[in-house]
């Protein structure tokens, strides 16, 4: 379907409502990216309960402000990646460990199960995975002050 093929409202639960072209109108539905980290502007698929697509949205710009602005709002509620922009201390070089980290979001503390939990992205990204299934990104690891730089390079 056309990005143009729909409009997008809310119902009164607060949940997103597509109207297709056809007529017919899918609630619940939810917005899903392509690539949240790489590319989080483009590609979303707005995907209904059972996760089928329902339409495309190749660039979020596209679309009018309305849309935009509550495509935007379910994702950010969806969406929880804080960014760490510091890492302070780690209880120990061998996993499972407890890390302190500084993210955008502020102050947190999660343990690491393993080395395999960081994930190298397109570099110089990383993905860190706490126990709880929580992500964590470091967005640029050459960016990260000497005293962090030091402490994630004993886990890659």
Known sequence: MSIHGFTLTRNAFGRLVLHAQDGTTHEGVVPVRAFPISSPEQGIALVDADGHELAWIAQLADVS???????????????FMPEIRRIRQVSSFYTPSTWSVETDRGPTTFVLKGEDDIRRLASPMLLITDSHGIHFLIRDQHALDGASRKILDRFL
């Open 65 to 79: 402000p309305q849309i935009r602005a509550m495509i935007e709002e379910e994702l950010a509620n969806r969406d």
